[in-house]
T-cell receptor, first 112, second 115 residues
Framework: KQEVTQIPAALSVPEGENLVLNCSFT??????LQWFRQDPGKGLTSLLL?????REQTSGRLNASLDKSSGRSTLYIAASQPGDSATYLC???????????FGTGTRLTVIP | ETGVTQSPTHLIKTRGQQVTLRCSSQ?????VSWYQQALGQGPQFIFQ???????GRGNFPPRFSGLQFPNYSSELNVNALELDDSALYLC??????????????FGPGTRLLVL
């Protein structure tokens, strides 16, 4: 069974810092990896989806990388802002399955 | 905005009762998935429907059931509610038949509290 782990569980940084969130998964037979943002008590907003054939995907200040062979992905946030404060979740589908496996998330706080 | 809506936003029930949660997918999205998210945890897959038929199920008991309708709406029904069913319930829609292999668009969720 696919297991997804996210480290750290919580992170607090001053505004303006660059930061990296980590995601690891046990089964490397994935089609893609998706990063989501979740505000408290709200639904999920898709940030980036990286196909298994890609190594990086960028959107604005966000850059996600994928190393399928080592079972790792990172989400890099440049020049963090207080509005970036949220929980960030990574998720992978499993080959032959129709569901997403999620990590438990990293709760990010950006201090003004 | 993802175009996916859910109702109600909040719900309080007592143990043993039954509940129906509703989701309206984006127009043209044939796949809907339901997830349960307990406090402090990542979402857990309940089941998925593709063109009105169940197309995959997670490790949830049969008292969790669903329906998908031709108008891109769907329901999650939970019978005999237990305290541990208290969670945020999320639905997600995607265009094709392989929901895990394409971007899924999530609704805002329904928060269920079972007393």
């Amino acid at each position: 069974k696919q297991e997804v782990t996210q480290i750290p569980a919580a992170l607090s940084v001053p505004e303006g810092e660059n930061l990296v969130l980590n995601c690891s998964f046990t089964d490397s037979a994935i089609y893609n990896l998706q990063w989501f943002r979740q505000d408290p008590g709200k639904g999920l907003t898709s940030l980036l989806l990286i196909q298994s054939s890609q190594r990086e995907q960028t959107s604005g200040r966000l850059n996600a990388s994928l190393d399928k062979s080592s079972g790792r992905s990172t989400l890099y946030i440049a020049a963090s802002q207080p509005g970036d404060s949220a929980t960030y979740l990574c998720a992978v589908p499993q080959t032959g399955a129709n569901n997403l496996f999620f990590g438990t998330g990293t709760r990010l706080t950006v201090i003004p | 905005e993802t175009g996916v809506t859910q109702s109600p936003t909040h719900l309080i029930k007592t143990r043993g009762q039954q509940v129906t949660l509703r989701c309206s997918s984006q127009s043209g999205h044939n796949t809907v998935s339901w997830y349960q998210q307990a406090l402090g945890q990542g979402p857990q897959f309940i089941f998925q429907y593709y063109r009105e038929e169940e197309n995959g199920r997670g490790n949830f008991p049969p008292r969790f059931s669903g329906l998908q309708f031709p108008n891109y709406s769907s329901e999650l029904n939970v019978n005999a509610l237990e305290l541990d069913d208290s969670a945020l319930y999320l639905c997600a829609s995607s265009p094709g038949g392989s929901g895990g292999q394409e971007t899924q668009y999530f609704g805002p969720g329904t928060r269920l509290l079972v007393l």
